[in-house]
């Protein structure tokens, strides 16, 4: 009998499984190993976003349950969503659910939700035409609201209507940081579509007031889309000379007073208010605004003056020569700077009589607004230096001093003619030119005595 040794109970296992995880280990190394791949954002976006699976119904149902901003926030999402929202916004049902044209009879609440909603309009169709080149842009933009009456010239009679600036807060939020060049292709489009350039040389070149409801309506579109909503000078700036560049200096003149001269009541521009009699400072501060606007821009550009000067004298005519207390008190408003390149210009060319009787009325009008005299004094001691030699600046003193004789004179013959209905006005004038006669040379020769 032979014995058999028997193996371990354990060996057959052991070698099972040990030649399974040599297979194992085997499949391991001839198996392709995974790499990993960087996806950037607008990849992960396209991918994995659920949106693109969605049905265009149902990702318009879920558009309209959200307010326009905050469908110009989703808009920079991705390519794909703002190719989805642009295609959204571009529907008729959309346009008559989110483009508002009641711009008539609002109250105060009203009207800011109004704006407050153009205002995000702006923000929504930057946002979804930002990858659009500007031409595209504007063209798509401005087709949303070409057929709106209240946006066009000359096409709405209400008088309260807030069309203009509803329009002017749109394009004013559409366009702000954009560079110059993307402007005036902004202004050229704006020309093209309302026809605006052959629509002010209609009125610039006819005879002041004859187009009254034409001259309004440019002033209206003008102020509150192109110039009012800018909260900055340099923008506004921008603005106003586009519209003046494009005609000789007179035409610039009339402009101007068309778009910042006073107001009749009714609404009207007062042509002939200026040329009568002296108005408050609240008639000529909207103009002296604007050449100060023309002013900074020259000096900012480091450009002459001249331009401006004669522009103020094509201004001080329309439609007649002005009340001479009027053209000192716009030379007030403008600032020592703007008033002294004035009167200095006209200093240098001789023209002695007309600055001082500028000058005796600028001292008036320090007296009646409550100007510092002082200022006044420090002005004519500046024209005084224009003058080279002592004889000239005493001819100059000479001659302002008979100037104050002669307006004294003439406004109290004016007042003791009788028959006229201002008499007592006319007598109050007197007397405070009289009163700043005596301010005014008390500190002029307390100047010279320090």
Not at 258 to 287: C, F, K, N
Not at 314 to 340: K, T
Not at 418 to 426: A, V, Y
Request: net charge neutral; charged share 20%; with cysteine.
């Amino acid at each position: 009998m032979v014995l058999v040794k028997k193996a371990p109970r354990n060996v057959g296992r052991y070698m099972l499984t040990h030649k399974a995880g040599q297979y194992k280990m085997a499949l391991h190394h001839h198996r392709p190993r995974p790499t990993r791949t960087i996806m950037t954002r607008s990849q992960l976006h396209t991918s994995d976003c659920c949106f693109h699976r969605l049905p265009s119904e149902v990702f318009d149902m879920i558009l309209d349950k959200l307010s326009v901003l905050e469908i110009s926030v989703f808009s920079m999402v991705s390519k794909e969503i703002t190719r989805c929202v642009v295609s959204y916004v571009s529907t008729q049902a959309w346009k008559n659910k989110a483009i508002i044209q009641s711009f008539h009879h609002s109250t105060c609440i009203e009207q800011r939700s109004i704006l407050a909603h153009y205002r995000d309009l702006g923000l929504l169709f930057k946002r979804c035409t930002l990858l659009l080149p500007t031409k595209d842009r504007l063209k798509f933009i401005f087709s949303m609201f070409a057929q709106i009456p209240c946006f066009m010239l000359e096409q709405c009679v209400a008088a309260d209507c807030i069309g203009f600036t509803s329009y002017g807060v749109f394009l004013q939020t559409l366009i702000a940081g954009w560079d110059e060049l993307e402007c005036h292709r902004v202004f050229n489009f704006l020309c093209d579509l309302t026809h605006l350039l052959p629509k002010i040389e209609a009125v610039i070149t006819g005879k002041p007031g004859v187009r009254w409801y034409q001259e309004l309506q440019l002033r209206l579109f003008c102020r509150q889309v192109l110039l009012d909503p800018w909260p900055h000078q340099p923008e506004c700036q921008f603005w106003l000379m586009q519209l003046l560049k494009p005609w000789p200096m007179v035409s610039q003149a009339h402009l101007l007073f068309i778009l910042y001269g006073p107001l009749l009541p009714e609404g009207t521009v007062a042509w002939q208010d200026l040329v009568e009699t002296g108005r408050p400072h609240s008639d000529l501060w909207d103009l002296a605004r604007a050449i100060l606007l023309l002013y900074g821009k020259l000096e900012v550009e480091g450009q002459s003056s001249i331009s401006l000067l004669a522009i103020l004298e094509e201004l001080i005519v329309i439609p007649q020569q002005w009340h001479v207390e009027n053209v000192a008190r716009l030379l007030v408003l403008c600032g020592s700077s703007l008033c002294y390149t004035v009167l200095a210009s006209k200093a240098v060319n001789g023209r002695l009589v007309e600055i001082s009787r500028l000058i005796v009325y600028i001292i008036l009008v320090c007296e009646k607004d409550g100007y510092h005299m002082s200022w006044a004094v420090k002005l004519v001691q500046q024209i005084c230096s224009v003058f080279n030699t002592a004889p000239e600046r005493f001819c100059f003193i000479q001659q302002l001093e008979n100037m104050f004789a002669e307006v004294t004179r003439e406004f109290f013959e004016f007042s003791v003619a009788g028959n006229q209905l201002d008499d007592r006005e006319t007598f109050q004038t007197l007397c405070i030119l009289l009163d700043s006669s005596a301010r005014f040379h008390t500190k002029f020769l307390h100047l010279f005595l320090k």
